[in-house]
């Protein structure tokens, strides 16, 4: 069995996230939705509450479980049977960020191979940055994010605002 690891910091998880994780749970028998760390991004949700995001999201997916790691992907893969990673290109920016990590992965763990879907035409405008930019503007993410996320995004915006 090969198993599909799906890596980001999915802050939030967005509906394009969400086409590719069931676009990749009907090729693979086993997916892993891991929410990594990124050191270039300050997060609006902390990792624990994003997994829980995305457990939910993912609810009715039987073949998907959710993880996190903060280690090195390359090492993280190595407790799973036959991973792959797979990640989504939206665009030429994601091409080339994600073809890079790619090749820092293959050099980390010379098994590895990474795999690319490309997004669906309706999300590749769709960011999590551009999630939280909209919500900070008090915007609708009806369009962009499950309804269970955009409902704690906005509790944490208005959290987030009344502690300023």
Known sequence: MITAIYPGTFDPITLGHMDVIRRISRLYEKVVVSVVMNIEKKPLFDIEERVELIRKAVRDLQNVEVSCSIELLSDFVRNYENPVIVKGLRNLVDYEYETTMAVFNKK????????????????????????????????????????????????????????E
Not at 135 to 142: E, K, Q, T, V
Not at 148 to 153: G, N, P, T, Y
């Open 108 to 163: 980390l763990n010379p098994d590895l191979e990474t795999f690319f879907i490309t997004a669906d035409q309706k999300y590749t405008y769709v960011s999590s940055t551009a999630v939280r930019q909209l919500a900070l503007y008090g915007s609708d993410l009806s369009e962009y994010v499950p309804a269970d996320v955009a409902e704690a995004v906005a509790k944490k915006i208005e959290y987030w605002r009344g502690t």
